[in-house]
């Protein structure tokens, strides 16, 4: 006989043992470090270099150098 988490034998004698969990997969977007959140990092530093050199290019100062002078 097997009830939640605890077995008796024909004895009678009771046998505790842990629960395990069930195991699943959950597709559903998360935080921590997942494919989803590392794809919208790379494209963010993609963006984020290129609008770095396009100040660059317009202002003829690199960014270090415009933010040093506010």
Do not use: C
């Amino acid at each position: 006989m097997t009830t939640s988490g605890y077995t008796t034998e024909d004895g009678g004698r009771l046998n505790n043992y842990a629960v395990e969990p069930k195991v699943y997969v959950d597709d559903s977007q998360q935080f921590g470090f997942n494919e989803y959140a590392e794809k919208l990092n790379g494209r963010l530093a993609m963006i984020g270099f290129v609008s770095a050199v396009l100040f660059e290019a317009l202002t003829g100062h690199g960014v270090v150098t415009w933010l040093t002078n506010l």
